[in-house]
């Protein structure tokens, strides 16, 4: 693929000050240091490999420790930790998503950072801020993400890209019908992780403006409904139903080549790439009334101690070793995943991704955000195929406050 590489060298310090993280150094002790395995659970398809690199290179500074590295995915390690932490055979360390920090907390089944006021001081303000409960902090935030317009710059130019959502429908509709067989966009309609972005008008904000208020999600008020009425209109643009666009089936069409624009994160750069797309990166287009890209979510990946550990002090120097430059390089070279930390790297879409996230907000992460996705999920698909949109959020919002 003949790619136009941006020379997109950049430093995250756009949004954080410089890291100073050194890798942390054990204090000498007299005799031989009692040998430790820590067991580590995260993903595959890149975060495997990265627990692994790392986990050596910890081992070369700090000899007695051994990193063991296990499959669990992060979608299923809160559920796991619960069950294997009290048992005895769970992790050190485990990843997970930080909008499961509520009930990894009231369960009891995390301990909180050490050392965390430099951790905050040092990573990306959402970050820590997606990391904080109750007034503390939790975990160390090995990667930010959000989502973007992706567009195939095969099917439109750069000084044709919407700026608002109005644009983006009428562009689409006009592509539609002179390009039978193809899309002038594409998104996953029935996921509450995107469509939450129509409810983000006038500084509305799922559980109100710190994502912590349980007596009213704001997932019914006036500017969501009003939103998701226009999403509702979406509907010309992108004449399918809900059933068939959900995730696999928008990415499959954009990796295709037969989708202008389509939202996603990072995680699809490579696969994009290697089907050979000529692509690119921008922001979201604004809601009506608005002239600044909507609001998305963002989200933080953290690597969290287990409070069933038996080496906290070892778990908490591997995490604080996570977020050194050197790691964070390292991570971004496997996974692609933006850095949490200020750290200097090179890619043609990470500003997209990064101005992104100038507009986004963590997603909330207390107990009642784990009734959210199911509850927006179907809501958003009955919303996109034609039900009535205040009762469907009425529904949701009584779903995910157990009404």
């Not at 959900?246 to 990415?251: E, K, L, N, P």
Request: charged share 20%; hydrophobic share 40%.
């Amino acid at each position: 693929m003949n790619k136009k590489i941006i020379a997109a060298t950049m430093m995250v310090a756009a949004i954080c000050t410089a890291s100073s993280f050194a890798a942390p150094k054990k204090k000498a002790k007299k005799g031989k240091a009692k040998k430790v395995v820590l067991t580590v659970w995260e993903s595959t398809n890149g975060p495997d490999e990265f627990i692994r690199q790392a986990g050596k290179a910890f081992t070369a500074t700090h000899p007695n420790v051994e990193i063991k590295y296990v499959n669990v995915e992060l979608g299923d390690a809160v559920t796991q930790i619960a069950l294997d932490g009290p048992a005895g055979i769970g992790p050190d360390l485990f990843a997970a998503p930080h909008d499961r920090l509520g009930s990894l907390v009231s369960g009891g089944h995390v301990l909180a950072t050490a050392n965390a006021d430099k951790v905050k001081s040092e990573v990306l303000g959402a970050c820590s801020t997606a990391l904080t409960f109750n007034g503390t902090m939790y975990g160390y935030p090995v990667s930010a993400e959000t989502y973007a317009l992706f567009y195939n710059k095969d099917l439109i130019s750069e000084n044709e890209l919407p700026k608002t959502w109005e644009d983006l429908a009428k562009w689409s509709q006009d592509f539609n019908s002179k390009n039978p067989g193809k899309y002038g966009f594409v998104m996953d309609v029935g996921s509450g992780y995107y469509t939450i972005v129509f409810t983000t008008s006038e500084g509305n904000r799922l559980f109100g403006p710190s994502g912590t208020d349980t007596s009213n999600t704001n997932i019914n008020s006036e500017a969501s409904v009003k939103g998701m009425k226009f999403f509702q209109t979406m509907r010309k643009a992108l004449d399918v139903p809900a059933a068939d666009l959900d995730t696999s089936t928008a990415d499959a069409a954009f990796q295709a080549g037969t989708a202008a624009m389509h939202i996603t994160g990072l995680w699809n750069v490579k696969p994009f790439e290697d089907a050979g797309i000529n692509f690119g990166v921008t922001t979201l287009p604004a809601l009506p009334g608005d002239n600044t890209p909507c609001a998305s979510f963002s989200g933080t990946r953290a690597m969290f101690v287990s409070a069933y550990t038996d080496h906290p002090e070892e778990a908490n120097e591997f995490g604080q070793f996570l977020l050194t430059a050197e790691m964070q390089k390292l991570r971004f070279d496997l996974t692609g995943t933006v850095p949490s930390v200020s750290v200097e790297v090179s890619s043609p879409y990470l500003p997209g991704f990064m101005n992104q996230l100038n507009y986004a907000f963590p997603m909330p992460s207390i107990p009642e955000m784990g009734m959210y996705w199911e509850a927006m999920n179907n809501a958003s698909k009955n919303i996109w195929d034609g039900a009535d949109v205040k009762a469907e959020l009425d529904a949701c919002n009584n779903a995910i406050l157990g009404k």
